[in-house]
């Protein structure tokens, strides 16, 4: 076997285990979003504020340091929790607007 052969075949193997891990990915967002759902309808249903500042720069400490330690780049690590929350906290906003205009 050549030695570009070898590679190609170590080229699909890891797309492999990418196309694993990004499937493991889908499946926790899907678990995440699943929770926050609850967590919308909790707030809605009290009348809490969508977000949460000081429990946010909690996520985002605790995030860094996980980043760090599992050889991460940090900023990358809260600039991904900070995509996901956004999009949390707009869903969160739009729950909200549906209780109250129920
Ligand atoms: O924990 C909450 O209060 C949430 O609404 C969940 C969540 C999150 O996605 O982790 C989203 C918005 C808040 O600002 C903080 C955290």
Redesign the pocket.
Known sequence: MSEDTKAIAELHRLRDSIDNVDAALVHILAE?FK??ER??EL?AAHA??????Q??AE?VERLRALALESHLDPEFASKF?AF??DE??RR?ERIAEERRGA
């Open positions: 995440r929770l926050t967590v919308g707030k809490l504020p969508a977000a949460d500042p429990r946010e996520q929790l996901i929350v949390v906290i969160h």
